[in-house]
């Protein structure tokens, strides 16, 4: 059975850089069970007993069994199998938040990718190539880039004492967008990239949060928007974010992306490979 998502939002959470859920223990680690072998036992919300159900930003995911609320709960697709949407529920929904409600993607804009080689970064990449933007993705490392290289249009590296003349080479006016994964370390990188009007959407900060946005940035009409999955992706958006993202399941968009795959007894071990970032891939738990 395929149970909770493994992910660095837990990681913020227990080191303090996320905050809880309003009037959550500390002690209900886990936030997604994406994609659960436990079959619904209510009528209520539209479910029928023996559906499969997942859930995305509920306390309790690491868990071997859990109880969730009708409401918390999004049904699954026949042909979506549990490890799928384990793997990719929150995950993708999170880069639908940024394709389709930060910024919505249309064909011809050109976007940086901050972060491209993170696991975000890297459905996100792919997601905007497909429905017809240029990707610029920056890896982090040498050893990252040829997996940046696989799913953007441009791949650089942000170590490059050039990334910013190589960026404007790309888009000699700026970018239309710039997605940004890292966060404070990269924010001057995003704010040298977008063009004049264009829009820095703030998804994580794995480096610190960045800084509020500068007299400079106003007065050239740069946007900032920011804000979690769940402001977006919420009663209604639900049905419509979900099902966009099975469609590019479906459609083979990230099925070159490798899965690596951790008992539930080495969470741990899943932990401390996202620390040191030895992770291959996008990490789920099998129960």
């Given at each position: 059975m395929t149970g909770p998502e493994c992910d660095r939002h837990q990681l913020c959470r227990r080191d303090g850089a996320h905050r809880a859920l309003p009037d959550a223990p500390a002690r209900h680690a886990g936030l997604r069970g994406g994609g659960c072998d436990r079959r619904c036992w209510t009528g209520r919300n539209g479910f029928?007993?023996?559906?499969?159900?997942?859930?995305?930003?509920?306390e309790g995911a690491y868990a071997t069994a859990s109880l969730k609320p009708a409401e918390n709960l999004v049904r699954l697709p026949h042909d979506i199998s549990?490890?799928?949407?384990?793997?990719?529920?929150?995950?993708g929904?999170?880069?639908?938040?940024?394709?389709y409600a930060l910024h919505r993607i249309t064909a011809g804009d050109v976007i940086l990718v901050l972060g491209a080689s993170g696991s975000v970064g890297s459905i996100l990449s792919r997601w905007a190539r497909a429905l017809?933007?240029?990707?610029?993705?920056?890896?982090?490392?040498?050893?990252?880039?040829?997996?940046?290289?696989a799913g953007a249009t441009h791949a650089l590296f942000a170590?490059?004492?050039?990334?910013?003349?190589k960026i404007r080479a790309i888009a000699q006016a700026g970018v239309d967008v710039v997605y940004d994964f890292v966060g404070k370390a990269t924010f001057p990188v995003g704010v040298a990239a977008v063009r004049d009007g264009g829009v820095i959407a703030a998804i994580g900060a794995a480096s610190g949060q960045p800084p509020a946005a500068t007299e400079q940035m106003a007065s050239r009409g740069i946007q900032i928007r920011a804000g979690g999955t769940p402001q977006h992706?919420?009663?209604?958006?639900?049905?419509?974010?979900t099902e966009q993202l099975w469609d590019a399941v479906r459609a083979d968009l990230f099925s070159d992306l490798?899965?690596?795959?951790?008992?539930?007894?080495?969470?741990?071990?899943?932990?401390?490979?996202?620390e040191s970032r030895r992770l291959a891939g996008l990490p789920v738990l099998i129960v």
């Open positions: 029928e007993r023996g559906d499969r159900a997942a859930y995305f930003f509920v549990n490890e799928v949407a384990a793997t990719f529920l929150a995950k929904l999170t880069a639908w938040r940024g394709l017809g933007a240029t990707v610029i993705g920056v890896a982090g490392s040498p050893e990252k880039l040829a997996k940046v290289e170590s490059d004492p050039e990334l910013s003349t992706v919420h009663g209604g958006t639900v049905a419509v974010a490798e899965v690596v795959r951790y008992r539930f007894e080495q969470i741990g071990g899943a932990h401390a490979d996202m």
